[in-house]
Protein backbone atom coordinates (compact mmCIF):
# COMPACT_ATOMS: atom_id res chain seq x y z
CA UNK A 1 0.00 0.00 0.00
CA UNK A 2 1.53 3.47 -0.83
CA UNK A 3 1.93 6.08 1.99
CA UNK A 4 1.00 9.69 1.51
CA UNK A 5 4.06 11.73 2.16
CA UNK A 6 3.43 15.59 1.73
CA UNK A 7 6.25 17.66 0.75
CA UNK A 8 6.54 21.32 2.32
CA UNK A 9 7.04 24.62 0.76
CA UNK A 10 9.67 26.93 1.65
CA UNK A 11 10.96 24.28 4.45
CA UNK A 12 14.43 24.45 6.13
CA UNK A 13 16.05 26.09 3.15
CA UNK A 14 17.26 29.20 5.59
CA UNK A 15 19.80 26.36 6.69
CA UNK A 16 22.06 27.71 4.19
CA UNK A 17 22.43 30.99 5.57
CA UNK A 18 21.58 29.98 9.11
CA UNK A 19 24.74 28.06 9.07
CA UNK A 20 26.91 30.37 8.01
CA UNK A 21 25.14 32.28 10.85
CA UNK A 22 25.83 30.17 13.30
CA UNK A 23 29.51 29.72 12.41
CA UNK A 24 29.81 33.59 13.08
CA UNK A 25 28.01 33.79 16.67
CA UNK A 26 29.61 30.36 18.13
CA UNK A 27 30.84 31.02 21.83
CA UNK A 28 31.66 29.18 24.63
CA UNK A 29 27.94 27.37 26.10
CA UNK A 30 26.18 29.62 28.60
CA UNK A 31 23.32 29.17 30.89
CA UNK A 32 20.18 28.05 29.70
CA UNK A 33 17.72 30.31 27.29
CA UNK A 34 14.46 30.94 28.85
CA UNK A 35 11.53 32.90 28.17
CA UNK A 36 11.18 35.49 25.24
CA UNK A 37 14.70 34.49 23.81
CA UNK A 38 13.60 30.75 23.87
CA UNK A 39 9.95 31.62 22.39
CA UNK A 40 12.42 33.44 19.86
CA UNK A 41 11.01 37.11 21.06
CA UNK A 42 14.45 39.20 19.80
CA UNK A 43 14.72 37.52 16.34
CA UNK A 44 11.24 37.89 15.82
CA UNK A 45 11.91 41.59 16.93
CA UNK A 46 14.80 41.94 14.56
CA UNK A 47 12.79 40.33 11.76
CA UNK A 48 9.74 43.09 11.72
CA UNK A 49 12.68 45.59 12.37
CA UNK A 50 14.02 44.82 8.85
CA UNK A 51 11.03 44.47 7.50
CA UNK A 52 10.14 48.42 8.23
CA UNK A 53 13.76 49.18 6.74
CA UNK A 54 13.95 46.94 3.74
CA UNK A 55 10.40 48.81 2.85
CA UNK A 56 12.15 52.31 2.56
CA UNK A 57 14.99 50.93 0.52
CA UNK A 58 15.35 50.87 -3.33
CA UNK A 59 15.63 47.51 -5.00
CA UNK A 60 18.96 48.21 -6.35
CA UNK A 61 20.55 48.75 -2.22
CA UNK A 62 18.49 45.91 -1.00
CA UNK A 63 19.73 43.67 -3.38
CA UNK A 64 23.43 45.22 -2.71
CA UNK A 65 22.85 43.90 0.93
CA UNK A 66 22.12 41.11 0.01
CA UNK A 67 24.50 40.04 -2.40
CA UNK A 68 27.18 40.86 0.95
CA UNK A 69 25.23 38.50 3.07
CA UNK A 70 25.36 35.99 -0.04
CA UNK A 71 29.15 36.29 -0.66
CA UNK A 72 29.76 35.96 3.33
CA UNK A 73 27.56 32.83 3.58
CA UNK A 74 29.05 31.06 0.73
CA UNK A 75 32.29 31.32 2.09
CA UNK A 76 31.05 30.20 5.96
CA UNK A 77 28.56 27.50 5.14
CA UNK A 78 31.17 24.91 3.19
CA UNK A 79 29.11 21.89 3.98
CA UNK A 80 26.22 23.10 2.22
CA UNK A 81 28.84 24.86 -0.35
CA UNK A 82 29.99 21.43 -1.34
CA UNK A 83 26.58 19.91 -1.54
CA UNK A 84 25.36 22.31 -4.01
CA UNK A 85 28.60 22.56 -5.94
CA UNK A 86 28.44 18.53 -6.27
CA UNK A 87 24.69 19.04 -7.64
CA UNK A 88 25.75 22.35 -9.95
CA UNK A 89 28.27 20.38 -11.83
CA UNK A 90 25.65 18.90 -14.29
CA UNK A 91 25.19 22.54 -15.32
CA UNK A 92 29.06 22.94 -15.93
CA UNK A 93 30.10 20.06 -18.04
CA UNK A 94 32.10 18.37 -15.61
CA UNK A 95 33.68 21.70 -14.26
CA UNK A 96 34.19 22.22 -10.90
CA UNK A 97 35.90 25.75 -10.72
CA UNK A 98 32.25 26.68 -12.22
CA UNK A 99 30.30 24.86 -10.60
CA UNK A 100 31.90 26.57 -7.18
CA UNK A 101 31.45 30.06 -9.24
CA UNK A 102 27.78 28.55 -9.71
CA UNK A 103 27.20 27.79 -5.95
CA UNK A 104 28.48 31.48 -4.89
CA UNK A 105 25.45 32.68 -7.68
CA UNK A 106 22.89 30.84 -5.73
CA UNK A 107 23.84 31.62 -2.53
CA UNK A 108 23.46 35.19 -3.73
CA UNK A 109 20.37 34.37 -5.44
CA UNK A 110 19.13 32.75 -2.21
CA UNK A 111 19.92 35.70 0.08
CA UNK A 112 18.10 38.30 -2.61
CA UNK A 113 15.05 36.03 -2.34
CA UNK A 114 15.06 36.25 1.52
CA UNK A 115 14.77 39.80 1.33
CA UNK A 116 12.20 39.60 -1.36
CA UNK A 117 9.99 37.73 1.55
CA UNK A 118 10.17 41.14 3.65
CA UNK A 119 8.61 42.57 0.84
CA UNK A 120 6.37 39.58 -1.18
CA UNK A 121 2.75 42.02 -0.81
CA UNK A 122 4.90 44.51 -2.64
CA UNK A 123 6.05 42.01 -5.30
CA UNK A 124 3.10 40.41 -5.60
CA UNK A 125 1.29 43.51 -6.77
CA UNK A 126 4.14 43.95 -9.66
CA UNK A 127 3.66 40.55 -10.62
CA UNK A 128 -0.15 41.34 -11.14
CA UNK A 129 0.25 44.31 -13.01
CA UNK A 130 3.16 43.18 -15.05
CA UNK A 131 3.28 42.86 -18.41
CA UNK A 132 2.69 39.97 -20.02
CA UNK A 133 0.38 38.72 -16.96
CA UNK A 134 1.24 35.74 -14.57
CA UNK A 135 0.79 32.76 -16.70
CA UNK A 136 -1.96 31.15 -14.81
CA UNK A 137 -4.69 30.23 -17.45
CA UNK A 138 -3.95 26.20 -16.65
CA UNK A 139 -4.52 26.13 -13.51
CA UNK A 140 -7.71 28.57 -13.52
CA UNK A 141 -9.05 26.19 -16.51
CA UNK A 142 -9.00 23.09 -13.63
CA UNK A 143 -10.50 25.45 -11.24
CA UNK A 144 -13.45 26.13 -13.77
CA UNK A 145 -13.83 22.89 -14.47
CA UNK A 146 -14.96 22.32 -10.62
CA UNK A 147 -11.25 20.34 -10.33
CA UNK A 148 -8.85 21.05 -7.44
CA UNK A 149 -5.40 21.25 -8.48
CA UNK A 150 -1.85 20.78 -7.10
CA UNK A 151 0.58 23.07 -7.91
CA UNK A 152 4.14 21.65 -7.68
CA UNK A 153 7.39 23.28 -8.13
CA UNK A 154 11.39 22.83 -7.32
CA UNK A 155 13.11 24.89 -4.75
CA UNK A 156 13.56 27.54 -7.64
CA UNK A 157 13.08 30.93 -7.73
CA UNK A 158 10.65 32.37 -5.25
CA UNK A 159 8.07 29.89 -4.57
CA UNK A 160 6.43 32.40 -1.68
CA UNK A 161 5.58 34.28 -4.33
CA UNK A 162 4.59 31.57 -6.33
CA UNK A 163 2.15 30.37 -3.75
CA UNK A 164 0.53 33.79 -3.29
CA UNK A 165 0.05 34.14 -7.09
CA UNK A 166 -1.71 30.97 -7.30
CA UNK A 167 -3.92 32.77 -4.47
CA UNK A 168 -5.59 35.15 -6.94
CA UNK A 169 -6.95 32.20 -8.91
CA UNK A 170 -10.02 32.51 -6.95
CA UNK A 171 -9.69 29.27 -4.61
CA UNK A 172 -8.49 29.18 -1.03
CA UNK A 173 -4.80 28.23 -1.05
CA UNK A 174 -2.76 25.56 0.97
CA UNK A 175 0.81 24.89 1.34
CA UNK A 176 2.45 22.95 3.62
CA UNK A 177 5.37 23.86 5.79
CA UNK A 178 8.10 23.12 8.38
CA UNK A 179 8.17 25.62 11.60
CA UNK A 180 10.62 28.44 10.19
CA UNK A 181 13.12 28.77 13.35
CA UNK A 182 11.49 29.50 16.65
CA UNK A 183 8.06 29.92 17.31
CA UNK A 184 7.84 33.98 17.60
CA UNK A 185 9.70 33.92 14.43
CA UNK A 186 7.01 31.41 12.35
CA UNK A 187 4.79 33.02 13.78
CA UNK A 188 5.78 36.06 11.63
CA UNK A 189 6.08 33.95 8.58
CA UNK A 190 3.10 32.46 8.41
CA UNK A 191 1.16 35.59 9.06
CA UNK A 192 2.90 37.01 6.31
CA UNK A 193 2.03 34.42 4.22
CA UNK A 194 -1.82 34.00 5.13
CA UNK A 195 -2.16 37.86 4.52
CA UNK A 196 -1.29 36.85 0.83
CA UNK A 197 -4.04 34.36 1.02
CA UNK A 198 -1.71 30.98 1.53
CA UNK A 199 -3.29 29.23 4.42
CA UNK A 200 -0.25 26.94 6.06
CA UNK A 201 -0.46 23.32 7.00
CA UNK A 202 1.96 22.66 9.41
CA UNK A 203 3.76 19.66 8.28
CA UNK A 204 3.78 16.87 10.68
CA UNK A 205 1.27 13.26 11.21
CA UNK A 206 -2.09 15.11 10.29
CA UNK A 207 -0.59 16.78 7.51
CA UNK A 208 -1.76 14.86 4.53
CA UNK A 209 -5.19 14.77 6.17
CA UNK A 210 -5.64 18.00 5.91
CA UNK A 211 -4.22 18.43 2.26
CA UNK A 212 -6.49 15.26 1.09
CA UNK A 213 -9.89 17.19 3.15
CA UNK A 214 -8.59 20.56 0.97
CA UNK A 215 -8.44 18.95 -2.46
CA UNK A 216 -11.86 16.94 -1.67
CA UNK A 217 -13.09 20.93 -1.57
CA UNK A 218 -11.70 21.94 -4.28
CA UNK A 219 -8.90 24.17 -3.62
CA UNK A 220 -5.16 24.28 -4.56
CA UNK A 221 -2.35 22.95 -2.48
CA UNK A 222 0.88 24.18 -3.29
CA UNK A 223 4.17 21.71 -2.51
CA UNK A 224 7.70 22.43 -3.05
CA UNK A 225 8.33 18.40 -4.33
CA UNK A 226 12.17 18.32 -5.13
CA UNK A 227 13.33 17.06 -2.02
CA UNK A 228 12.62 13.15 -0.67
CA UNK A 229 12.67 13.86 3.10
CA UNK A 230 11.77 10.20 4.05
CA UNK A 231 13.97 8.79 1.46
CA UNK A 232 11.84 6.47 0.62
CA UNK A 233 9.92 7.95 -2.45
CA UNK A 234 10.31 7.37 -6.09
CA UNK A 235 13.04 6.92 -7.93
CA UNK A 236 13.45 9.12 -10.77
CA UNK A 237 15.83 10.43 -13.71
CA UNK A 238 16.65 13.74 -12.65
CA UNK A 239 19.63 15.72 -13.82
CA UNK A 240 21.18 12.84 -15.79
CA UNK A 241 20.78 11.13 -12.17
CA UNK A 242 18.90 8.44 -10.18
CA UNK A 243 17.10 10.44 -7.63
CA UNK A 244 14.53 9.61 -4.89
CA UNK A 245 11.82 12.36 -5.20
CA UNK A 246 8.76 12.21 -3.00
CA UNK A 247 5.53 10.40 -4.36
CA UNK A 248 3.26 12.59 -2.33
CA UNK A 249 2.02 14.74 -5.33
CA UNK A 250 1.35 12.14 -7.27
CA UNK A 251 -0.68 9.79 -4.74
CA UNK A 252 -2.90 12.93 -3.59
CA UNK A 253 -3.52 13.53 -7.03
CA UNK A 254 -4.96 9.89 -7.83
CA UNK A 255 -6.48 9.76 -4.68
CA UNK A 256 -8.67 13.12 -5.65
CA UNK A 257 -8.64 13.65 -8.82
CA UNK A 258 -6.68 17.04 -8.53
CA UNK A 259 -4.97 18.00 -11.32
CA UNK A 260 -0.92 18.14 -11.14
CA UNK A 261 0.40 21.65 -11.89
CA UNK A 262 3.91 22.33 -12.01
CA UNK A 263 5.18 25.78 -12.20
CA UNK A 264 7.49 28.43 -11.03
CA UNK A 265 8.13 32.00 -10.37
CA UNK A 266 11.85 33.37 -10.82
CA UNK A 267 13.52 36.43 -10.88
CA UNK A 268 14.35 37.91 -14.42
CA UNK A 269 18.02 39.40 -15.48
CA UNK A 270 16.92 42.93 -15.56
CA UNK A 271 13.89 43.16 -13.46
CA UNK A 272 10.50 42.39 -11.65
CA UNK A 273 9.60 38.59 -11.90
CA UNK A 274 7.97 35.91 -14.12
CA UNK A 275 4.64 33.67 -13.22
CA UNK A 276 4.61 30.41 -14.90
CA UNK A 277 1.85 27.40 -15.15
CA UNK A 278 2.20 24.41 -17.23
CA UNK A 279 -0.30 22.46 -18.49
CA UNK A 280 -1.29 19.60 -16.05
CA UNK A 281 0.53 16.55 -15.75
CA UNK A 282 -0.74 13.15 -17.87
CA UNK A 283 -2.01 10.94 -15.29
CA UNK A 284 -1.87 7.22 -17.14
CA UNK A 285 -5.21 5.28 -17.98
CA UNK A 286 -3.70 1.73 -16.84
CA UNK A 287 -1.06 0.15 -14.80
CA UNK A 288 -0.77 -0.10 -11.52
CA UNK A 289 -1.07 2.49 -8.41
CA UNK A 290 2.64 2.20 -8.12
CA UNK A 291 3.30 2.12 -11.73
CA UNK A 292 1.16 5.26 -12.06
CA UNK A 293 2.52 7.52 -8.97
CA UNK A 294 5.82 6.71 -10.64
CA UNK A 295 4.99 7.72 -13.96
CA UNK A 296 3.43 10.96 -12.85
CA UNK A 297 6.28 11.49 -10.74
CA UNK A 298 8.84 11.28 -13.61
CA UNK A 299 7.00 13.87 -15.21
CA UNK A 300 6.78 16.01 -12.20
CA UNK A 301 10.61 15.74 -11.92
CA UNK A 302 11.21 16.39 -15.98
CA UNK A 303 9.47 19.22 -15.48
CA UNK A 304 11.39 20.45 -12.62
CA UNK A 305 14.89 20.01 -14.96
CA UNK A 306 13.08 22.00 -17.59
CA UNK A 307 12.77 25.08 -14.93
CA UNK A 308 16.09 24.66 -13.39
CA UNK A 309 17.70 24.68 -16.87
CA UNK A 310 16.32 28.18 -17.30
CA UNK A 311 19.08 29.45 -14.44
CA UNK A 312 20.39 27.12 -12.25
CA UNK A 313 21.60 29.59 -10.32
CA UNK A 314 17.79 30.22 -8.79
CA UNK A 315 17.62 26.27 -8.08
CA UNK A 316 18.80 25.85 -4.43
CA UNK A 317 20.37 22.82 -4.41
CA UNK A 318 21.33 22.94 -0.91
CA UNK A 319 20.38 19.43 -0.10
CA UNK A 320 21.90 16.04 -1.05
CA UNK A 321 19.92 15.02 -4.31
CA UNK A 322 19.77 11.48 -3.14
CA UNK A 323 17.42 11.86 0.39
CA UNK A 324 16.73 15.62 2.31
CA UNK A 325 19.36 14.75 4.74
CA UNK A 326 21.82 17.07 3.48
CA UNK A 327 25.35 15.53 3.75
CA UNK A 328 28.61 16.28 1.52
CA UNK A 329 29.07 14.32 -1.58
CA UNK A 330 32.01 12.92 -2.78
CA UNK A 331 34.17 16.32 -3.68
Given at each position: ???????????????????????????????????????????????????????????????????????????LARRRAAIAAENYVTFTHGDRRAAVRLTRRAFVNYARTVTDFLVLDRLLDQLVRSTPPPATEPLRRELARGRAA??????????????????????????????????????????????????????????????LRA????????????????????????????????????????????????????RLPGQGHEAVLWNPIEVPSEGSSEARVQAMTQGMAESFEAMIRLDPSQWFAFHHLGSGRPRVGAG
Open positions: MLKVEVSSVGSGDGAALSEAGDRVLRHRPGPPVRGWRRRGQHLALGLRAATVVTRHLPERTRYWLADIVGHVAHLIVVTPHFGNWDLGAAVTATCGRPVHAVADQFGPPAVDELVRATRERLGVRIISAGPASAREALHRGDVLCLAADIDKSGAGVAVRFLGRSVSFPAGPAILALRTGAALIPGYVR
